[in-house]
């Protein structure tokens, strides 16, 4: 969203850098469970079985590869402790932080379309 300080500038460059900027976010944060992830790791540390139950619905293999690529781009540490059994658990990095305004954005925007599109669909049933 623009702001007074932060003008819309309509170059060629300029938008090629804004279409680069989202293109590298959707990158890293695509698919269906990177930000729902992000999210049930925000109360603290979690074991990949309670992460898996947290996100209903995800394979372990999906989970997997998602705790690797979080990892990779720094947004989840992973702890190995020297217990019997070995004790594995992902956190969120001071880096993810980076998100919070985005995560917050984007539930606002959810709530809105959701209550948007309800009220659209009850005007559409009352007028038939």
């Not at 139950?53 to 293999?61: C, E, Q, S």
């Not at 702890?79 to 995560?103: F, K, Q």
Request: hydrophobic share 40%.
């Amino acid at each position: 969203m623009r702001t007074p300080k932060d003008p819309l500038v309509h170059t060629p460059e300029a938008c090629a850098a804004s279409v680069m900027a989202v293109k590298d976010t959707l990158y890293v944060l695509n698919g269906k469970w990177k930000l729902p992830l992000i999210m049930a790791l925000s109360n603290g540390p979690k074991r990949f079985m309670d992460i898996q139950r947290a996100l209903d619905g995800i394979t372990p293999r999906i989970l997997s590869k998602e705790l690797k690529e979080l990892e990779l781009n720094d947004f989840i540490q992973r702890n190995v402790y020297n217990t019997t059994p070995v004790t594995i658990t992902y956190e969120l990095t001071p880096y993810s932080e980076s998100l919070d305004r985005v995560l917050e954005e984007l539930k606002n925007w959810g709530i809105q379309h959701r209550k948007r599109i309800m009220k659209s669909r009850s005007k559409a049933v009352v007028q038939e």
